[in-house]
């Protein structure tokens, strides 16, 4: 369950020096971790499978390599969804079945399907388990904050964030980048493989941090601050712009929470404050978004097939619309029970040399119109979980989450990156919770 099979790419060796002090610090914030989560075994769970989730992928080189046809990141990734499964089940199975998270077993359905239909099972089993993971992700989540209050379950998931965090800070000081995009641009993301799934760790630092804000806990803004850094530090333009949402809302949710009677019509001056320093941001990266004004005035030309591309029309956001279209001609190529149910989960591995870099084309071709709609509506089922909220602030920040883990789908594949799995579990266990939160002061 590594998320080697998405990028393939030679395996990044991290620094000696990176490796030695990144442990170091990482031991100190494993400490303070596991004493933040004080008795509660599920916020213990959660903090502990995700910190060593971040941790093992800051060495690739050693943890992809195979022990027994397993590599080391996957073999935590299994251990995750075993013991999560087996915490459920001990303390209560009917977790298992609860009604907001049924849309997650009907995609897993629509993989094992599409999988049997296509001969494909054994590989469709790989793909399903990523879904696993996420239903785990999202009931430990549940329960976490069933059994703590927003700061232990805040602190702990900060903690355990920072661990990839400080290994970035040391690489930007350090100055070990990864180069590689047409521009030349460099990111900087630590010992990690790839800045998708580096970026996809500071979009959920980002979230966290707004969630202190409006729960109005200290520190929110500090972390928002380094959250955008470590984002633009790790240069990967399609969770710059899914981070706007977020931080653009908790800027209006602070001035809600804040403003009373007539001072609320502040409000605009805020939002306008919000996008004046979006923009100034932008500004910084303006060469790394100029193929956004090119897309824009060659888009008719992009709605072809792979043939009719031009070697620039090729080159695109980083041949973005250039892999949709093989995916999308191959797709309809296909018969007609291809096209209902897809070639199988994982089969563009047998096609094509890059996986498709978004969410739902890929899903259109691997499992068909069935369950690309069927991850549509799980999206959105889980989405409007939001309105339920127990306050206008929270509401906010969380729709916004939603709408930008939405965006991250339609230019890389979140879904199918642990990282990206592990924000959107977070996300949709408090999206729950803030639902059927028994206590609505705690969010006053």
Not at 63 to 74: A, D, K, L, V
Not at 112 to 124: E, K
Not at 373 to 380: M, R
Not at 422 to 433: A, H, K, N, P
Request: proline share 4%; aromatic share 14%; with cysteine.
């Amino acid at each position: 369950m590594s998320t080697s099979a998405l990028v393939i790419e030679p395996l990044r060796t991290t620094p000696p020096l990176l490796a030695l002090v990144g442990v170091f610090i990482s031991i100190v914030l494993f400490l303070l971790m596991l004493r933040s989560t004080g008795a509660n075994i599920w916020l213990k769970f959660l903090s502990l499978a995700i910190f060593l989730r971040y941790f093992v992928s800051e060495f690739p080189s050693t943890t992809h390599s195979n022990i027994g046809g397993f590599s080391i990141i996957s073999l935590v990734s299994l251990a995750t969804i075993f013991f999560g499964l087996l915490l459920v089940i001990w303390h209560n199975s009917k977790n298992l079945v609860l009604k907001p998270f049924a849309c997650i077993y009907v995609v897993i359905f629509a993989m094992l399907f599409s999988g049997a239909l296509n001969n494909y099972l054994i590989n469709s089993l790989e793909a399903s388990l990523r879904w696993v993971y996420l239903l785990v992700i999202c009931i430990v989540s549940t329960q976490a904050l069933k059994n703590s209050t927003n700061k232990q379950f805040l602190d702990a998931l900060t903690l355990a964030i920072f661990c990839p965090i400080c290994f970035q800070l040391l690489s930007i000081f350090l100055g070990y980048s990864k180069s590689g995009e047409a521009d030349g641009s460099a990111s900087w993301i630590g010992g990690y493989n790839h800045e998708s799934g580096f970026s996809l760790i500071a979009l959920t630092l980002i979230f966290v941090a707004a969630l202190r804000v409006v729960c109005r806990l200290r520190f929110g803004w500090s972390l928002i601050l380094i959250g955008v850094i470590s984002l633009l530090a790790s240069n990967y333009r399609t969770t710059m712009i899914a981070g706007i949402p977020v931080i653009f809302t908790v800027f209006i949710a602070y001035g809600d929470l804040k403003l009373k009677g007539q001072d609320k019509l502040l409000l605009p001056g805020l939002a306008v404050a919000g996008i004046a320093v979006l923009i100034a941001l932008a500004s910084q990266f303006q060469d790394r978004f100029s193929d956004l004004g090119k897309t824009v005035e060659l888009f008719p030309k992009l709605i072809a097939p792979p043939d009719a591309y031009t070697r620039e029309a090729q080159q695109l956001l980083s041949a973005r619309f250039y892999i949709w279209s093989k995916y999308l001609t191959a797709f309809f190529e296909g018969g007609f029970a291809q096209q209902f149910v897809g070639f199988g989960p994982d089969s563009w591995k047998q096609t094509f040399p890059k996986y498709a870099h978004n969410t739902f084309v890929s899903a259109l071709y691997e499992i068909g119109y069935i369950g690309c709609t069927l991850i549509i509506w799980a999206l959105w089922s889980l989405a409007r979980l939001s309105l339920h909220g127990t306050s206008k602030p929270l509401r906010s920040v969380l729709l916004a989450a939603h709408l930008g883990f939405f965006i991250v789908n339609f230019a890389t594949m979140p879904l199918w990156n642990i990282e990206g799995i592990i924000y959107y579990g977070i996300l949709v266990g408090f999206t729950y919770y803030s639902k059927i939160a028994p206590r609505p002061e705690k969010y006053s």
